[in-house]
């Protein structure tokens, strides 16, 4: 005769409590728990002083979400010499006026954009275990998967047309310089999301331009063939988003998956990249929100990034 093996009835309680501790944690405390990651980039070139780039990425703005707001509008506070925004700024098609109103006190700076798919697509409710699926089958986004079938199209141009209207430079396929206020050059090389296959990388190809004090490479998911690309050209920065630093992590153990096929390893924060023979600096923002169906965040606080470029001599 079989033995039958039960889990006792307080351990299952137990456990049931546990899970939706943690739940409600994920939901109702970390997820609006915004925090600044502050880093230093030695990129510069030697005697150059230093500058301060605010990266912000992944708001996933949903009417109502006054919190968020507040705390975007706050990061004016810190001065920064250029904004750099690596995309999906929606999760809401109604969401546009609140997240302009989030990112004005920000628009009064330097800055820069990319896209990503959200701001291109409205969210669908999408089964989490998928994002394991995938990464299993080396399948992200429109990478090896069919077409956007049946999308709810966000009004992105109004985006758009407002950053423009704010001196922000579009790096969707293309380049771009902004003069910062010390008299700084920097050139910009971006591409438009690879998620879902919008980028261009012949359009842009070509290295830095030597005739700026720095170049540096934006695009919003950091999938290897971008960054290979980035790498091979010399870029000596590249500034990503998308991953969201994996949103639901393990405690002392980190990310499960990274919605792209970059390595968990480096879901988010600096690290280095190399390709061709050459290493670029990455940095990979967990971002400061999430997709309107999955509101939660577990050992993932979301977050804006505060880099000090710095001389390669420092």
């Given at each position: 005769?079989?033995?039958?093996?039960?889990?006792?009835?307080k351990?299952?309680?137990?456990?049931?409590?546990?899970?939706?501790?943690?739940?409600?944690?994920?939901?109702?405390?970390?997820?609006?728990?915004?925090?600044?990651?502050?880093?230093?980039?030695?990129?510069?070139?030697?005697?150059?002083?230093?500058?301060?780039?605010?990266?912000?990425?992944?708001?996933?703005?949903?009417s109502?979400?006054?919190?968020?707001?507040?705390?975007?509008?706050?990061?004016?506070?810190?001065?920064?010499?250029?904004?750099?925004?690596?995309?999906?700024?929606?999760?809401?098609?109604?969401?546009?006026?609140?997240?302009?109103?989030?990112?004005?006190?920000?628009?009064?700076?330097?800055?820069?954009?990319?896209?990503g798919?959200?701001?291109?697509?409205g969210?669908?409710?999408?089964?989490?275990?998928?994002?394991?699926?995938?990464?299993?089958?080396?399948?992200?986004?429109?990478?090896?998967?069919?077409?956007?079938?049946?999308?709810?199209?966000?009004?992105?141009?109004?985006?758009?047309?407002?950053?423009?209207?704010?001196?922000?430079?579009?790096?969707?396929?293309t380049?771009?310089?902004?003069?910062?206020?010390?008299?700084?050059?920097?050139?910009?090389?971006?591409?438009?999301?690879?998620?879902?296959?919008?980028?261009?990388?012949?359009?842009?190809?070509?290295?830095?331009?030597?005739?700026?004090?720095?170049?540096?490479?934006?695009?919003?998911?950091?999938?290897?063939?971008?960054?290979?690309?980035?790498?091979?050209?010399?870029?000596?920065?590249?500034?990503?988003?998308?991953?969201?630093?994996?949103?639901?992590?393990?405690?002392?153990?980190?990310?499960?998956?990274?919605?792209?096929?970059?390595?968990?390893?480096?879901?988010?924060?600096?690290?280095?990249?190399?390709?061709?023979?050459?290493?670029?600096?990455?940095?990979?923002s967990?971002?400061?929100?999430?997709?309107?169906?999955?509101?939660?965040?577990?050992?993932?606080?979301?977050?804006?990034?505060?880099?000090?470029?710095?001389?390669?001599?420092?």
């Amino acid at each position: 005769m079989r033995a039958r093996y039960r889990i006792p009835l307080k351990t299952a309680a137990g456990i049931t409590a546990l899970g939706a501790a943690c739940v409600g944690y994920a939901a109702g405390v970390e997820v609006r728990s915004f925090r600044l990651r502050r880093v230093s980039v030695p990129v510069l070139p030697r005697g150059m002083h230093p500058l301060r780039v605010l990266q912000i990425s992944d708001i996933h703005m949903v009417s109502g979400q006054r919190k968020k707001q507040r705390w975007l509008q706050s990061l004016a506070g810190l001065r920064p010499d250029l904004v750099i925004n690596t995309g999906d700024n929606l999760s809401d098609p109604e969401g546009i006026p609140e997240t302009l109103d989030a990112l004005g006190p920000l628009m009064e700076f330097p800055g820069a954009y990319v896209f990503g798919s959200n701001d291109y697509y409205g969210p669908k409710p999408r089964n989490p275990a998928k994002y394991l699926v995938e990464k299993a089958s080396g399948r992200h986004g429109l990478n090896g998967n069919g077409p956007v079938v049946g999308a709810l199209h966000n009004p992105w141009e109004e985006l758009r047309d407002t950053f423009d209207s704010a001196g922000w430079v579009g790096l969707s396929n293309t380049r771009g310089r902004v003069k910062l206020g010390g008299g700084q050059e920097i050139a910009l090389t971006g591409l438009d999301d690879p998620h879902i296959k919008r980028d261009r990388y012949s359009e842009v190809a070509g290295g830095p331009e030597e005739d700026a004090d720095v170049s540096l490479a934006v695009v919003h998911a950091p999938y290897l063939r971008v960054l290979d690309a980035f790498t091979a050209d010399r870029y000596p920065l590249i500034l990503a988003g998308h991953t969201h630093g994996g949103q639901l992590c393990v405690p002392f153990y980190g990310a499960l998956v990274t919605n792209c096929d970059i390595d968990t390893r480096r879901v988010k924060g600096l690290s280095t990249h190399r390709a061709g023979g050459h290493e670029s600096h990455l940095h990979v923002s967990a971002g400061c929100g999430t997709n309107r169906y999955t509101p939660v965040r577990f050992a993932c606080p979301p977050e804006a990034t505060l880099l000090t470029l710095t001389s390669r001599d420092d």
